[in-house]
């Protein structure tokens, strides 16, 4: 049986050449999220959301991307989650997109800010109404006495919404991650892997530097 805490994968030699990173990281992001997808890459859209609360105290956990622009990066959660009241407190956040399988991970630092309403109302109104009715069913990350309350809330909230659109919860909504960096990472042999950073200037202007790896 194979030790996973000992294996010693050499990446592939797939470079990171500067003349192929697009000027514009966004871009960049996108042809690498589609890469990803076509790799087949399980939830390409998944990434890792890190927070740091009122306290100082810092928490990871998975979400999954659902719009990229010039704004930024946008997902959707409960607002009065961990994560919700943390970002609330302190809006500075990172995310990792862990593409293990292609040899690949874009790092991100930004601001997270919530988005207008009307857009949480929108996106709120194409998910699936189990997902609607869980997201009223649920107080997340509150501590509950078993699985078979939560269960009950969901049939109740079923009879309660039966013949008519589910509403968005009033807590429930988007977060935008607005960059202000952004790291390609490409795995290369021996541990040699190309890092290209991209920070934004005041100007609004992206900066571009290679990192060591
Ligand atoms: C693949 C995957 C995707 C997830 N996507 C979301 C998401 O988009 N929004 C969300 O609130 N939670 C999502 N979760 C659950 C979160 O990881 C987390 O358990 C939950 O949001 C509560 O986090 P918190 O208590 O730190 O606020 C996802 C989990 C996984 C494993």
């Known amino acids: 049986m194979s030790d996973p805490l000992s294996q010693h994968t050499d990446y592939g030699q797939m470079p990171l050449n500067d003349s192929d990173v697009l000027a514009d990281p966004i871009e960049q992001f996108r042809l690498w999220l589609s890469n990803a997808s076509d790799s087949h890459v399980y939830e390409p859209n998944a990434m890792v959301l890190s927070t740091v609360d009122a306290s100082g105290s810092p928490s990871s956990r998975t979400v999954l991307l659902r719009a990229i622009d010039a704004a930024g990066f946008e997902f959707f959660t409960n607002y009065s989650s961990i994560k919700g009241r943390a970002l609330v407190?302190?809006?500075?956040?990172?995310?990792?997109?862990?593409?293990?399988?292609?040899?690949?991970?874009?790092?991100?630092?930004?601001?997270?800010?919530?988005?207008?309403?009307?857009?949480?109302?929108?996106?709120?109104?194409?998910?699936?109404r189990g997902s609607q009715i869980a997201a009223h069913a649920s107080e997340q990350s509150q501590p509950i006495a078993s699985r078979a309350l939560l269960e009950q809330r969901v049939t109740e909230l079923e009879a309660e919404f039966e013949g008519r659109d589910v509403p968005r919860p009033s807590d429930w909504?988007?977060?935008?991650v607005e960059p202000r960096s952004i790291e390609f990472w490409q795995g290369r042999s021996s541990r040699l892997h190309d890092r290209v950073r991209f920070v934004r200037a005041e100007s609004g202007a992206w900066e571009r530097m290679r990192l060591q790896p």
């Open 89 to 128: 407190a302190n809006p500075a956040t990172a995310l990792v997109f862990p593409w293990y399988a292609i040899h690949r991970q874009v790092l991100v630092q930004g601001v997270a800010r919530p988005i207008a309403a009307a857009l949480s109302d929108e996106y709120f109104a194409t998910r699936p």
């Open 173 to 176: 909504g988007g977060f935008v």
